[in-house]
């Protein structure tokens, strides 16, 4: 983690005149930081650095992605309690935000496991801004797929480049501004439009907003059309943990969840 994001951070939270965090005796203290429920960890390379930067020491108990029980001791720090007390609510913010992507996830991911032992729980690119690398981490502790970090990393035509210039068009500008590493995700809200993003050359057909019945009958379309063997099958839009199992029967490759 930067430094810079690390002051920006502790600036934000202690402001230009905090008075609440010397009011103790900075004398040498020792603290611990535990879990009040159970949970899957994540948050803890950005957690030890920020102890790192105000000079404490903190033995780190688990890693990221492990399952821990409420009570569990997950740091041991030492150090000026000045700096523990300005540490404190930031590091629990980091901890508690990422954990609880981290938990949710792991549970999407043992759901669909169920179900299907090739699909893939994978994220989108709605999240906080700022900190996106560290909730995509988050989602990689719970067992996710971190999808794409950003623009650069595919493609990805949406329904508003369908809209203004149709699927052919969008797949055709794409392959000539693409790197031979990047590929080519198209969304479709259609049959039809899914067998033609797998004629002109996607490397993945995301089926977007569509019911678990109709993705049931568009992937076997789309499989019956002998596609290309690489073309991934991705399901998204409006699917979450209450109506999962459901998608985790339909046959596709990925999920995609906000």
Do not use: W
Request: proline share 2%.
């Amino acid at each position: 983690m930067f430094i810079g994001d690390i002051e920006r951070f502790l600036k934000e939270d202690l402001g230009y005149n905090d008075i609440s965090c010397h009011l103790v005796p900075d004398e040498e203290s020792d603290a611990i930081i535990f879990a009040k429920e159970d949970c899957v960890l994540a948050g803890i390379s950005i957690a030890s650095s920020i102890f790192a930067y105000l000079g404490i020491n903190a033995n780190a108990k688990f890693e990221d992605g492990s399952s821990i029980k409420k009570g569990n001791v997950i740091f041991d720090l030492n150090g000026s309690p000045v700096s523990i007390l300005q540490a404190e609510r930031l590091v629990l913010n980091f901890l508690g935000h990422l954990s609880g992507i981290a938990t949710v996830t792991r549970k999407c991911v043992n759901l669909v496991e169920k179900h299907s032992s090739v699909t893939r729980v994978a994220c989108t690119r709605k999240t906080t801004p700022g900190i996106r690398e560290h909730e995509k981490m988050a989602v990689i502790a719970g067992g996710g797929d971190s999808h794409r970090f950003n623009l650069s990393d595919s493609i990805m035509i949406k329904d508003n480049h369908v809209k203004m210039i149709g699927v052919e068009a969008a797949i055709a500008s794409a392959k000539k501004k693409a790197s031979f590493t990047q590929k080519i995700e198209v969304e479709v809200e259609s049959l039809e439009d899914a067998l033609l993003a797998a004629e002109n050359g996607a490397d993945i057909i995301m089926l977007d907003n569509m019911a678990p019945g109709t993705i049931i009958g568009t992937v076997s379309s789309l499989r019956n059309a002998s596609i290309s063997e690489h073309i991934l099958i991705e399901a998204s839009g409006g699917i979450n943990e209450n109506n999962l199992e459901d998608y985790a029967n339909t046959g596709v490759d990925v999920i995609s969840m906000g």
